[in-house]
């Protein structure tokens, strides 16, 4: 009895185990993971100073923001809209550092973006780039979405509210990587600056631009009354967004950084 | 002696002050194919050299072990991704940055290498181990990639006693005390910052870093109850006070304590034992965070077999790691012993995370 039991039990891990290891050698997925899975329902109910510490330990969780639905994320962000005027500096970063997260992770055409400006960064000596193919770079990722109006809105709008988020910050933890991010989203967030109150031509302008990538960004990407020199200064000018880099530097302990991104982004 | 505990409690305490900045790190061990081929489900049937880290009580064997040398060696992260790697062409800056790209933003990439001599048997555990471990991860890529690159050497030395409670159910407990010296570096955002400006001098940052060891005492402390029809119970609680203290690293490090509990059952096959002596554990870790809310009870689930075969010259092992599909074997050739084991471990908060998945190989010199 004692060995019929073992026996089947054996054979029965084996099989399964044989059965499921090659499709796991290659992409290993869980047999639980169903049964692991945060509950959104109930954390995006929460509000104030509960709804940071819950975000805080969901930190960096790909499972908890593919599980959000869009009503808890809406829920969520509304809260933190709010709890970025709030009278406490702590509170108020808090907040902004939680929505740039939950912005970033619920648009993945904006974290590939993010995550797409590393030759930029490291830059090959013999390749000088202009703001047109330093733009280039930066939207390689937005190829997929270049017909698609209401998705390429709905990225510029994020872009923006992630580059506002960071001009919350004053105080917290931050990291190179929230230079790397501000700093991406601060370039779309002046696109939409240029056209002011008029969202829809700074999408009909990015995505002529995504069309016809070669053409001078005046024909494309800008107003007439921009040109790229002052669409630079918008970002890197005495009172551009660079101010914002510089204190998110000055927090992390990483001028150097800020210096390095900075140059990325403006081709020097 | 209420006298000399209370001095080594305040000297503990004092000891744990001396540096206020703290950085949590993994706990030490060696990935061996035996632990990576169960599903990491051992602690109820811990043996040999792996009780130096796993659960001390099994040093109350009668079997002796001399490992006169074991290498274990272990690539981690995903092996989609990770072969992909061996296409980079490192004349292309940005061929080589966009294949990094998604292996650093997805499970990561690292290495954990393991070498060292020991003596398992008669209740008492002896042995010194090097651990070498790095790992990087991280986004956005390059700049939020963080990781480490940590060696370890840990002398090691414990010892565990039998209690014969009935005459069937005999439980021993067993203490080992990891005396460690740790070099470590981060690998963040400073240094990301540094080693992107054209003057960056690896070298003298390396020398500056990582210098001068931290040291630490980690206790672990273990129980497995031993009852009738092959069946026996685990629990051990690991990493008491695994604080590292003083170098000339930035932080100083500590390994949360866990406690984890197991089960095993080793069924009596009779004359068949010498075809086929199969093992089957269960085992829970970190029960800790579980009821504390801070890991899930599914991801810390570990389920194992050991089948050892043709009179214990080939074992096979299988496993679910939080649900994660493993696979390994060994080969016994007298004192040569040959293993290899493929799993993946989620290293996220939630199983799905971030599956790390692990080939590991060992090639050890061994007399039982």
Redesign the interface.
């Given at each position: 009895m004692?060995?019929k039991?073992?026996s089947t039990?054996?054979i029965s891990?084996?099989l399964?185990?044989?059965l499921?290891?090659c499709n796991?050698?290659?992409?290993?997925?869980?047999?639980?993971?169903a049964?692991?899975?945060?509950d959104t329902g109930a954390l995006s109910k929460m509000t104030g100073t509960k709804l940071l510490d819950a975000l805080a330990?969901?930190h960096?969780?790909?499972?908890?923001y593919e599980e959000l639905s869009d009503s808890e994320a809406g829920r969520i962000d509304a809260e933190l809209e709010r709890l970025q005027q709030s009278g406490d500096e702590s509170v108020r970063s808090k907040a902004a550092l939680a929505q740039v997260e939950l912005t970033v992770m619920t648009n993945p055409v904006v974290?590939d973006t993010?995550?797409?400006i590393?030759?930029l960064?490291?830059?090959?000596d013999h390749v000088v780039m202009d703001t047109a193919a330093i733009v280039g770079k930066l939207t390689t990722a937005l190829d997929p979405i270049k017909n698609d109006p209401a998705a390429l809105a709905e990225f510029l709008r994020d872009m923006s509210k992630i580059s506002e988020s960071y001009g919350k910050v004053s105080t917290g933890t931050v990291?190179?990587?929230d230079?790397?991010?501000f700093m991406v989203a601060a370039v779309f967030a002046t696109i939409v600056d240029v056209y002011p109150g008029d969202m829809d031509t700074a999408t009909v302008a990015l995505s002529a631009f995504l069309v016809n990538p070669n053409a001078p960004l005046e024909l494309t990407l800008l107003p007439v009354s921009v040109d790229v020199q002052a669409f630079q200064a918008k970002i890197t000018g005495a009172a551009g967004k660079v101010l914002t880099l510089t204190t998110l530097a000055h927090l992390?302990?990483?001028e150097?950084?800020a210096d390095?991104?900075t140059d990325a982004l403006t081709g020097k | 002696m209420k006298r000399i505990l209370l001095a080594l409690i305040v000297a503990l305490v004092a000891l744990s002050g001396l540096n206020a900045e703290k950085k949590e790190i993994d706990s030490f061990r060696i990935v061996t194919p035996r632990t990576t081929g169960m599903g990491n489900a051992y602690i109820s049937m811990a043996k040999g050299f792996e009780t130096l880290w796993t659960n001390p009580a099994g040093f109350d064997t009668q079997k002796k072990e001399l490992n006169i040398l074991a290498l274990n060696a272990s690539v981690l992260g995903n092996y989609t991704e990770l072969t992909a790697l061996g296409t980079i062409d490192s004349s292309n800056i940005s061929g080589l940055l966009n294949t990094l790209e998604p292996v650093l933003i997805g499970s990561g990439a690292g290495a954990n290498v393991g070498a060292g001599i020991s003596w398992v048997g008669k209740r008492v555990g002896i042995g010194i181990y090097d651990s070498f471990n790095t790992y990087l991860q991280g986004e956005p890529f390059p700049s939020g990639v963080e990781g480490f690159v940590d060696n370890t050497v840990s002398l090691m030395g414990g010892y565990a006693h039998p209690f014969h409670l009935t005459d069937s159910i005999t439980l021993s407990a067993g203490l080992v005390l990891r005396p460690s010296l740790k070099w470590r570096l981060e690998i963040d955002g400073k240094l990301i910052s540094d080693a992107l400006d054209k003057n960056f001098d690896a070298q003298s940052y390396f020398n500056e870093k990582a210098s001068e060891p931290s040291f630490g005492v980690p206790v672990d402390i273990g129980a497995r109850a031993v009852f009738a029809h092959g069946l026996s119970a685990a629990l051990t609680v690991r990493d008491i006070y695994a604080t590292y203290a003083g170098g000339s690293a930035t932080y100083d490090y500590y390994t949360p304590w866990s406690v984890n509990a197991g089960g095993a059952w080793n069924p009596d096959m009779k004359g068949l034992k010498w075809l086929i002596d199969p093992t089957i554990a269960v085992e829970f870790s970190n029960l800790n965070k579980v009821i504390a809310g801070d890991a899930g009870i599914w991801k810390e689930l570990h389920i194992g077999l050991e089948l050892v075969t043709l009179k214990k010259v080939l074992t096979v092992w299988a496993g679910l790691d939080g649900g994660y599909p493993a696979v390994g074997t060994s080969l016994d050739l007298f004192i040569l012993d040959l293993s290899i084991a493929y799993g993946t471990t989620e290293y996220g908060r939630y199983l799905g995370d971030r599956p790390v998945s692990n080939l590991t190989i060992e090639v050890s010199f061994r007399i039982d």
């Open positions: 004692n060995r039991i073992a039990i054996i891990i084996l399964t185990i044989l499921s290891s796991a050698l290659l992409n290993p997925s869980s047999f639980f993971s049964l692991d899975k945060p330990d969901q960096g969780s790909k499972t908890f974290r993010i995550n797409s590393a030759d960064l490291i830059p090959d990291g190179p990587g230079m790397q991010t992390a302990g990483l150097t950084l390095t991104i | -």
